[in-house]
């Protein structure tokens, strides 16, 4: 239990379909990120949001579009992917944004997702 | 610029101790450990920020050479519960909660 849940855990999609993933945390934290983490690659840092805010967009393609409700709830939402995007992809939370990477970030467990 | 970690791999036997390095071409304020197993979230190990002192948690403690801008991962009689992918990521002077994560170091430990 990592206080960070996020679903599905696993999610096969055509390339002409939509969907979202959803991730929750319970730890009161103000920040929210989505990763993405493929095989033999680097994490990827894809969005930033502080209070609900975007504050980062890492030149991400618009056919993933992020939606943060409230503090507690990150989405995902897929539209139209291409093979390439089939990967892990994690949901963190840290207390604040913090200045200079000064917060420690807690990841869930991922979703993984793969395009047929 | 993403950092890079050394070695790839590595693979011990129970007790044995290890080293795993961070690098970057960026001043650096601040470095995160991360360890992470198959199938499982990554969790938090430490931060090192610029200016602070080496810390430590039970056998595994990390260093931070600002100077260098290399960050050094410490495990000491290391456990089979050791394994797993370890990661660092770094934060320059002008992030706000952007980490870019190295490549990953991928630890075993047999008994």
């Known amino acids: 239990e990592t206080g960070v849940t996020q679903t599905p855990r696993h999610l096969v999609m055509g390339m002409t379909n939509k969907k979202s993933l959803k991730c929750e945390q319970h730890l009161g934290h103000n920040a929210m990120y989505w990763y993405k983490q493929s095989a033999k690659k680097p994490l990827e840092l894809m969005f930033v949001y502080s209070l609900e805010e975007r504050v980062e967009n890492n030149s991400v393609p618009s056919r993933f579009s992020p939606e943060c409700p409230n503090s507690s709830h990150l989405f995902l939402h897929l539209h139209t992917l291409q093979p390439e995007d089939s990967a892990l992809y994690l949901c963190?939370?840290?207390?604040?944004?913090?200045?200079?990477?000064?917060?420690?970030?807690?990841f869930g467990d991922g979703t993984r997702l793969s395009i047929l | 610029q993403q950092p890079v970690q050394s070695p790839q791999a590595v693979i011990l036997r129970e007790g044995e101790d290890a080293v795993i390095n961070c690098s970057s071409s960026k001043a650096l304020y601040s470095v995160h450990w991360y360890r992470q197993k198959h199938g499982e979230a990554p969790v938090f190990l430490m931060i090192?920020?610029?200016?602070?002192e080496q810390k430590g948690h039970e056998k595994i403690s990390a260093s931070f050479n600002e100077k260098k801008q290399q960050s050094s991962l410490y495990l000491t009689a290391s456990q089979l519960s050791y394994s797993g992918t370890y990661f660092c990521g770094t934060a320059g002077g002008t992030s706000y909660g952007k980490l870019t994560f190295g490549q990953g170091t991928i630890l075993t430990v047999h008994p």
């Open positions: 090192l920020l610029k200016g602070g």
């Open positions: 963190a939370s840290s207390q604040e944004l913090g200045g200079r990477g000064n917060q420690p970030q807690h």
